[in-house]
């Protein structure tokens, strides 16, 4: 991952201000609330209102500056309010919305593009709530409801495992989404050529987080290192089904994390260029900028429609719920990364500038890519699932249901 920031450094010294928060209908549309839940209606209400308040651009800002501790109050309110149960069962304290529910929170963190260790920690706990045993995840998954506990993840499930033997783990953990004061992680482990995981508390003494510079700063990055830890509890995985949900789970956040950022700085776009003005004209009133914001809408619902039927497949529990989170993520990702460029280049020389909004999501989306795996790996693993149906007799109009 820090190569990564390499490659991407000249992204990582843009910069921009913020044109006034969009409203929730323009954020949430059709596609991101199911009508008939009146709950998930109230509940988008107020995480819109909460984050429109507490994460304004201006806060957004000074965190970015070092000037607040913006993620840990923005954690203590989702604490008050609920949000971090958002997703798990009422058997462990949460509200029991599922991934739609948690649709609607990632969208709203990513509009307002959020600080905090949101994304790894409720992935995780919605992971531990239906991969280990009930004695476990009451354990952890109570914990993080409550806002006791944040989890570390990998930032790609499915990668390099670390070694344990004798019930202990020695060695560096591959790349964790990861908060400076997270306390758990789960790390993939090889348990004496058993594949699975393991709940490693990170800060103990014999396993230390040693964070990775990243150029987004609303994230945190890094590795664990563990000198012959016990894991506080180990998850079996020989068939894959963890990792797999896992990788589900994270790929969901990321692209509904992702929409919800393309479609706020395109409404911050499409404001400014209303306002600015060049030779006597609104900058919207010219065509061929039309065009270009035109072309904005375009891939973010193309995105948002990919991210439906993901949502949809995850609700449902059903087969093609891996393969529709897969190219849910690539499609989410890549759009935000488009728009978010191309908004720097619709706001002119400012959309540079440290002080306007652009650099903030360019730098998130630059991130966004990279979380869950590479987008290429994951069309592959989508078409690897659809061949496997295929053969396996399932039409792909029953597969993709």
């Known amino acids: 991952m820090s190569g990564i920031a390499c490659s991407f450094g000249h992204y990582a010294r843009a910069g921009t201000r913020a044109v006034p928060t969009s409203q929730r209908s323009e954020l949430f549309g059709n596609q991101n609330v199911t009508p008939c839940n009146e709950d998930l209606v109230t509940f988008s209400e107020n995480i819109c209102e909460v984050l429109t308040t507490v994460c304004d651009r201006r806060s957004v800002h000074a965190y970015f500056d070092g000037g607040n501790d913006l993620d840990l109050t923005l954690w203590d309110r989702a604490t008050e309010l609920g949000w971090l149960g958002i997703g798990v069962s009422e058997e462990f304290g949460g509200l029991g919305l599922g991934p739609r529910g948690l649709d609607v929170l990632f969208r709203s963190l990513g509009q307002n593009v959020s600080p905090g260790p949101f994304c790894s920690t409720l992935v995780g706990a919605q992971?531990?709530?239906?991969?280990?045993?009930?004695?476990?995840?009451?354990?952890?998954?109570?914990?993080?409801?409550?806002?006791?506990?944040?989890?570390?993840?990998?930032?790609?499930?499915?990668?390099?495992?670390?070694?344990?033997?004798?019930?202990?783990?020695?060695?560096?953990?591959?790349?964790?989404?990861?908060?400076?004061?997270?306390?758990?992680?789960?790390?993939?482990?090889?348990?004496?050529?058993?594949?699975?995981?393991?709940?490693?508390?990170?800060?103990?003494?014999?396993?230390?987080?040693?964070?990775?510079?990243?150029?987004?700063?609303?994230?945190?990055?890094?590795?664990?290192?563990?000198?012959?830890?016990?894991?506080?509890?180990v998850i079996p995985d020989p068939r894959g089904r963890a990792v797999d949900l896992l990788r589900c789970y994270l790929a969901l956040a990321v692209a509904s994390d992702s929409v919800g950022g393309a479609r706020a700085i395109a409404d911050q776009t499409v404001a400014y260029l209303k306002l600015r003005e060049q030779f006597g004209r609104p900058l919207a009133s010219l065509q061929a900028l039309k065009h270009r914001a035109a072309d904005l809408y375009v891939a973010i619902v193309k995105a948002e429609q990919v991210l439906e039927c993901a949502i949809d497949a995850a609700d449902g529990d059903v087969a093609s719920a891996g393969m529709w989170a897969a190219l849910a993520k690539a499609a989410a990702s890549e759009a935000y990364l488009s728009v978010a460029d191309d908004c720097m280049q619709l706001h002119g020389g400012v959309g540079f500038t440290w002080e306007f909004d652009c650099h903030i999501y360019l730098k998130r989306a630059l991130l966004n890519r990279q979380l869950a795996g590479d987008n290429r790996a994951l069309r592959d693993l989508a078409a690897g699932q659809l061949t496997e149906a295929t053969l396996a007799g399932i039409t792909t109009a029953e597969f993709a249901a």
């Open 127 to 233: 992971w531990l709530s239906e991969c280990t045993a009930l004695d476990v995840a009451k354990q952890f998954v109570s914990a993080v409801v409550a806002g006791t506990l944040s989890l570390g993840i990998p930032v790609a499930p499915g990668g390099v495992s670390m070694k344990m033997q004798g019930g202990r783990i020695t060695g560096e953990s591959e790349t964790l989404l990861i908060h400076p004061r997270t306390r758990l992680s789960i790390l993939p482990v090889n348990n004496e050529g058993e594949a699975g995981f393991a709940l490693v508390p990170v800060g103990a003494g014999d396993a230390d987080l040693a964070r990775i510079e990243l150029w987004d700063r609303t994230n945190s990055i890094g590795r664990v290192k563990c000198r012959n830890v016990a894991p506080a509890a």
